[in-house]
């Protein structure tokens, strides 16, 4: 993750970290969640933002979620990687550790003549750590809703692959509205990246994220990824012709990718 995810995290997902250190991902937490959209359902006006208000309000009343010396990290540093190590009774953590080491000092070696290091890491010295960190993580999406609801701001969401161009973000167009935060985290070796990225009120968001598409799909990647198509975006020809063979009444997930949504695909 970069740093405005830590910074986005920090600032309004303590709360909801605090939650699933203590109540866990099951069906407790399922219950709580449960609650927050009934809330949210409510026929007032205020009812879609006033959990996300409160929690924005009242994160910074409590300690931050994970360590302080993670938290320094998540402010020196632009981009982190949790690395989660095993110990199979072989050796593994130590030989994980010499290998890493060798990595840290060779890439900081190079950087001698500028001064300062290039890589840094710290360790989770207990489960409890390792518990905040996870849930830390797990919270990215929620904290970035109640950031924007908090600061009165709105945002988008993508989630797409990269094309082998060695890792660089895709450039946002430079006729595009200048963003104020982009969040960006990803699965380490698999390619897949989320954006949140924040936009002052009166942006048109919907035109900020077709033209993010475009500069995703101008230089070899993909969008959407991990999450699907759904009505908004246009699937490649080929995959609508598939879900057309699959579901020929057009039944299932009318207007998918682009797809009509008339009965049996009817122009």
């Not at 060695?166 to 595009?176: C, E, Q, R, S």
């Not at 995703?216 to 699937?235: F, I, M, N």
Request: proline content about 5%; overall charge neutral; hydrophobic content about 40%.
């Amino acid at each position: 993750m970069d740093r405005d995810s830590v910074d986005i995290i920090d600032r309004s997902g303590r709360i909801l970290t605090y939650m699933i250190r203590v109540l866990g991902t099951g069906d407790m937490m399922g219950y709580m969640w449960g609650l927050k959209l009934a809330i949210e359902g409510l026929p007032f006006s205020f009812a879609p933002v006033i959990c996300d208000k409160l929690m924005h309000t009242f994160n910074n009343w409590v300690p931050s979620a994970i360590p302080n010396k993670f938290i320094q990290l998540g402010r020196d540093y632009d981009h982190h990687c949790m690395v989660a190590v095993g110990e199979f009774g072989d050796g593994t953590l130590d030989r994980f550790m010499e290998r890493f080491d060798a990595f840290v000092k060779k890439y900081n070696d190079k950087q001698i003549v500028t001064g300062g290091k290039v890589i840094t890491y710290a360790e989770a010295a207990s489960d409890s750590e390792v518990t905040a960190l996870n849930a830390f993580r797990f919270v990215a999406a929620p904290a970035f809703k109640t950031y924007c609801i908090g600061e009165d701001i709105q945002g988008i969401s993508v989630d797409y692959a990269l094309a082998k161009n060695g890792g660089m973000p895709p450039p946002l167009d430079k006729a595009a509205v200048k963003p104020l935060k982009r969040m960006r985290y990803s699965h380490f070796g698999c390619n897949v990246v989320h954006e949140d990225i924040a936009y002052a009120l009166g942006v048109d968001t919907h035109n900020e994220k077709m033209r993010f598409k475009h500069s995703v799909e101008v230089d070899g990647g993909k969008l959407p990824a991990e999450h699907g198509h759904g009505t908004e975006y246009h699937a490649p020809k080929d995959s609508q012709k598939r879900w057309m063979k699959m579901d020929p009444l057009n039944v299932m997930n009318p207007g998918v990718g682009g797809l009509t949504t008339t009965e049996k695909y009817a122009k």
